[in-house]
């Protein structure tokens, strides 16, 4: 079975739209003032940014087969409008963000890589933040097609929709200590090819989770806690069985535990550190499929997980952060994932006009269920910005990404190129 796991010439008429449109919403919404392009719009205490991205983008590997050849790259069109709210108050903080991705492709070759769908939205309310009772809100939810080996198909992705929503009941006894209680609930939607399948219809799971978390925290310096963190979840899928041309894909429930504990927060002015270790397990039902061998638990350094992330802000325009992470997590072609993942980012801004950012991650994964493999990934990427204003920019990125595997197949390499134009009212 083959399976893999796996962002000018507008401008003007753009900022006429956000524009009008900003001048209706003022006639509307009271005490809603408008300022400039880039000084964002403003309503009591809330700050609405509005943004749009639009370029091109060229990919050497688009579906990222293992082999390519020529006629094997592809161009596209990027179009990523957005929009941030901020509300920041004595008693409640509220975030969102939310972005919608559109790619179109030059080429009636390429028509397969299109798509229209790709979104992500995320919000998080802290309500009471002061008081001795608060609560604690997060919803996210997106829907992200990542390209598949899978040329022929007229959707040559796996499309994930995922959805994910946290509460927790917020107790402070005293100035330094904090308690939490709550629950998650989270449903990941998976389409994709099935192995050996160059076209035709795709496979579709959905796989629910739900649990409590809780924690605890003490606050020993005003922004710096060590903490201790728990969670519990149950995991099942809606189909326990996926029938495919090579092989059949069994699916066991499971059950997933993680407690951590560690320090984070700003140590000085500069610094900031999320400093974590602890232990976690991945627990499956054998019963639940055919062959206890699709059902393994995690064991060993599996159960270890790790947070080190340190960064380093010398100004505002200018950060630096390097970090390891060691995390369990379901796959949706096999029973679970073990990764380990280090990472290097860094930003700088030289002059008012023109800045430079890049990251650098590695990422070690190994899968184990009915499907073992192991893999590398590498991922480069960097990018050049001019800022002809605070509120407009031209950027030239790229990007390169290599996976090996101990499976050739799902093996690749691919390098983008993108030419990006963005306006921030």
């Given at each position: 079975?083959?399976?893999?796991l ?33 000084e ?15 370029g091109?983008?060229?990919y ?6 293992e ?37 179109k ?34 919803e ?18 796996l ?27 989270e ?8 192995g ?28 710096t ?31 997933y ?45 599996q ?40 990472f ?9 006009r ?51 595997s101990?499976?050739?197949?799902v ?15």
């Amino acid at each position: 079975m083959k399976v893999r796991l796996n962002p000018l010439p507008l401008a003007a008429p753009r900022v006429v739209n956000i524009a009008s449109l900003g001048l209706l919403t003022t006639l509307l919404v009271p005490g809603l003032s408008l300022a400039a392009p880039g000084e964002h719009i403003r309503t009591g205490d809330a700050v609405i940014t509005p943004h749009v991205s639009l370029g091109l983008e060229y990919y050497t590997n688009p579906y990222h087969s293992e082999a390519t050849g020529p006629g094997s790259s592809a161009t596209g069109l990027n179009l990523s409008p957005g929009l941030d709210i901020r509300l920041g108050g004595e008693d409640v903080d509220f975030d969102f963000g939310g972005l919608y991705d559109l790619r179109k492709f030059v080429g009636d070759q390429d028509k397969g890589l299109d798509r229209f769908s790709d979104f992500s939205i995320k919000a998080d309310l802290n309500a009471n933040k002061q008081g001795v009772v608060g609560l604690r809100l997060h919803e996210g939810a997106g829907l992200k097609n990542q390209p598949a080996d899978a040329a022929g198909s007229d959707n040559p992705f796996l499309t994930q929709t995922r959805n994910q929503t946290t509460g927790a009941v917020v107790v402070r006894p005293g100035p330094a200590f904090e308690l939490n209680a709550g629950g998650l609930f989270e449903v990941d939607d998976y389409a994709f090819v099935p192995g050996g399948t160059t076209a035709g219809n795709r496979t579709f799971n959905t796989r629910l989770g739900y649990g409590p978390r809780g924690g605890l925290a003490w606050k020993f310096l005003p922004k710096t806690a060590l903490a201790v963190d728990a969670e519990y979840k149950l995991q099942s899928w809606s189909n326990q069985v996926l029938v495919s041309p090579t092989q059949n894909v069994e699916y066991p429930s499971s059950s997933y535990l993680r407690v951590t504990g560690g320090m984070r927060g700003r140590v000085t002015d500069k610094l900031t550190v999320a400093l974590s270790a602890g232990y976690g397990t991945a627990a499956f039902d054998a019963t639940s499929v055919s062959d206890p061998t699709f059902a393994p638990n995690a064991t060993g350094l599996q159960k270890l997980l790790v947070d080190l992330v340190w960064r380093y802000e010398l100004s505002d325009d200018d950060r630096f952060a390097v970090g390891f992470q060691r995390d369990v997590n379901p796959s949706y072609f096999t029973a679970f994932m073990a990764t380990n993942k280090g990472f290097v980012t860094a930003d700088a801004r030289f002059t008012d006009r023109f800045g430079l950012n890049g990251e650098f991650n590695v990422r070690g994964e190994a899968f184990k269920g009915q499907v073992e493999r192991t893999d590398l990934v590498l991922d480069a990427k960097g990018a050049a910005t001019y800022y002809a204003q605070d509120y407009a920019s031209v950027s030239l990125g790229a990007q390169w990404v290599e996976r090996s595997s101990t499976d050739l197949r799902v093996a690749y390499d691919d390098v983008r190129v993108n030419l990006m134009g963005t306006f921030t009212y």
